[in-house]
């Protein structure tokens, strides 16, 4: 049997998704044939990135205005879209929290990544599964780092808050299993996008080095010798959200080029 990827009458909320990965894993749903609803703060992004997804005769995209780092807010917008719609396929994402070194940090910053990057994904991921276990199974997928399993001392907030959401995540697929809720993780590496490309900014700044000195090393630091491609995110996703991976779940998969030193 050939393998064809269909999401046909699926539904899609992918979190972060007017730009990079998150863009990248809306586009590729759409092309599988899902129904998606973009999130993200500017609506004027949002209203670009909904005309780039594929539209055929039975499909309807959406999108959600809200600010990830106003917790209060976003669990408002969130009720408020439950309330009215059910989805298969729940993509957690959105941007990452400033970089920086323990000393550098402050009760302030741990709180705002804590509401950011787990409090957000753990709230949504809940008003979801009510829907997902009415409707007999669904997709939950986290957008991770590598740093859960290999930190990097001035991404603390990421390493800490990511780690969670893994633990978190792998309680949570033992138990939704049964209901054919899966429920898995991806460990980012370096990817073309926005943020790396602020991250590598920063990094230039503090070392006092040029950019393109930066990038050159962060590329000869992966054995693939070259950054990802937001593309081949959006790949992994549309599998991950089809029911050829129905038997995969409570897993964290690295898409890094092969840049993790850790055999698990």
């Given at each position: 049997m050939?393998?064809?990827?269909?999401?046909?009458?699926?539904?899609?909320?992918?979190g972060?998704?007017?730009?990079?990965?998150?863009?990248?894993i809306?586009?590729?749903?759409?092309?599988?044939?899902?129904?998606?609803?973009?999130?993200?703060?500017?609506?004027?992004?949002?209203?670009?990135?909904?005309?780039?997804?594929?539209?055929?005769?039975?499909?309807?995209?959406?999108?959600?205005?809200?600010?990830?780092?106003?917790?209060?807010?976003?669990?408002?917008?969130?009720?408020?879209?439950?309330?009215?719609?059910?989805?298969?396929?729940?993509?957690?994402?959105?941007?990452?929290?400033?970089?920086?070194?323990?000393?550098?940090?402050?009760?302030?910053?741990?709180q705002?990544?804590?509401?950011?990057?787990?409090?957000?994904?753990?709230?949504?991921?809940?008003?979801?599964?009510?829907?997902?276990?009415?409707?007999?199974?669904?997709?939950?997928?986290?957008?991770?780092?590598?740093?859960?399993?290999?930190?990097?001392?001035?991404?603390?907030?990421?390493?800490?808050?990511?780690?969670?959401?893994?633990?978190?995540?792998?309680?949570?697929a033992?138990?939704?299993?049964?209901?054919?809720?899966?429920?898995?993780?991806?460990?980012?590496?370096?990817?073309?996008?926005?943020?790396l490309?602020?991250?590598?900014?920063?990094?230039?700044?503090?070392?006092?080095?040029?950019?393109?000195?930066?990038?050159?090393?962060?590329?000869?630091?992966?054995?693939?010798?070259?950054?990802?491609?937001?593309?081949?995110?959006?790949?992994?996703?549309?599998?991950?959200?089809?029911?050829?991976?129905?038997?995969?779940?409570?897993?964290?998969?690295?898409?890094d080029?092969?840049?993790?030193?850790?055999?698990f």
């Amino acid at each position: 049997m050939t393998m064809e990827i269909s999401l046909n009458g699926k539904n899609a909320l992918v979190g972060g998704s007017t730009s990079g990965i998150g863009k990248a894993i809306a586009l590729q749903l759409a092309n599988c044939g899902a129904n998606v609803t973009l999130v993200g703060r500017n609506e004027e992004k949002l209203q670009e990135t909904l005309k780039e997804l594929r539209t055929d005769v039975d499909q309807h995209h959406t999108y959600i205005v809200t600010d990830y780092l106003d917790h209060v807010k976003y669990v408002s917008h969130m009720d408020e879209y439950f309330e009215k719609y059910a989805v298969d396929i729940l993509v957690n994402n959105t941007q990452g929290p400033n970089p920086g070194t323990i000393l550098q940090l402050t009760k302030a910053d741990y709180q705002q990544a804590f509401n950011l990057l787990f409090q957000n994904a753990v709230y949504t991921t809940n008003l979801a599964l009510a829907k997902m276990r009415e409707n007999g199974g669904g997709r939950i997928i986290n957008v991770s780092s590598m740093t859960v399993k290999e930190p990097q001392d001035n991404l603390v907030l990421s390493n800490t808050m990511r780690t969670a959401l893994v633990s978190w995540s792998k309680s949570l697929a033992n138990e939704v299993a049964k209901d054919d809720i899966t429920v898995n993780s991806i460990l980012t590496g370096y990817f073309e996008t926005e943020r790396l490309t602020s991250l590598m900014d920063n990094q230039a700044s503090k070392e006092g080095n040029s950019f393109d000195e930066v990038r050159a090393n962060r590329i000869q630091s992966v054995p693939a010798k070259r950054l990802g491609d937001p593309k081949e995110y959006g790949y992994l996703v549309a599998f991950l959200a089809s029911e050829y991976a129905s038997f995969l779940t409570g897993a964290s998969i690295p898409l890094d080029g092969g840049i993790a030193k850790s055999l698990f």
